[in-house]
């Protein structure tokens, strides 16, 4: 059976959220289309976002990288917002293994969304059902358009490649190639649901930072200390700022 899903490649994105804007701007239906989250800073923020891009820091000051992390559903092959869906609306193709979710039937009970471990499944409050990455079905089944374009917005948006889309149960395709030779993995592979999508680990990298670096000579709160080597007779010229 194909299993179409994303690998994503964490050596090269670059976190500049082309893949979310390009989310949205093909998903505009309901709360999917606006580009902000609705009370942010609340203590219950909402929002409808098919794909988001989580950035962290790693390591330990000075030796610190920034890892950009996007991540959406993940179409797993047992999904288990698929069985506790009380009326059938959430539901796995068996043609693509694609997870969808079928807003006529939905209820917004947000059972689908208590089940999933990666929290991915977001209610749009303006049409009270739930909603999630759905690899943009539409595009990928349209026989009208060329088979370069038959691929989700944001692996067409990519600037650095970092989104590769296909199936991962053909042994030969660019997906299943990455995953063999790049080394890919799963998220969270413990909760038994086989996601489709996989994560290209990020390399080992070496940063080489000399002890003159992590001083600025500009600092503002060492302008003190420079004053008073100043007031002892030194020269102007003799300060480094």
């Known amino acids: ?12 994105c670059v976190g500049c959220h082309a893949c979310v804007t390009s989310c949205k701007e093909w998903n505009t239906s309901g709360w999917a289309g606006p580009m902000v989250d609705h009370n942010p800073y609340d203590a219950d923020p909402n929002g ?8 962290f820091e790693v390591g330990e000051y000075p030796a610190t990288e920034t890892v950009h992390f996007p991540k959406s559903c993940l179409h797993c092959e047992d999904p288990p917002c698929v069985p506790v869906c009380p009326t059938g609306a959430s539901y796995k193709r068996e043609d693509n293994g694609v997870v969808l979710v079928d807003y006529d039937k939905c209820i917004g009970c947000k059972y689908c969304s208590w089940s999933c471990p990666y929290g991915v499944r977001e209610l749009d409050e303006q049409e009270k059902v739930m909603k999630k990455c759905t690899l943009c079905i539409d595009r990928i089944t349209d026989k009208s358009k060329p088979e370069s374009e038959r691929k989700p917005a944001c692996v067409l948006a990519c600037p650095t490649s970092a989104r590769l889309f296909g199936d991962v149960h ?10 063999r030779e790049e080394g890919g993995y799963q998220l969270m592979p413990e909760w038994g649901t086989n996601p489709a999508n996989h994560y290209l680990p990020r390399r080992k990298t070496r940063i ?7 001083q600025r000579v500009d600092n503002p709160l060492h302008e003190e200390e420079r004053e008073e080597t100043v007031s002892v007779g030194a020269s102007i010229d003799d300060v480094a700022f």
């Open 1 to 12: 059976m194909t299993q179409l899903a994303l690998v994503i490649d964490l050596n090269v």
């Open 170 to 179: 053909d042994p030969d395709s660019e997906v299943s190639l990455a995953i």
């Open 48 to 55: 409808t976002f098919f794909n988001r891009v989580q950035t």
């Open 208 to 214: 080489k930072i000399h002890e003159d670096e992590l």
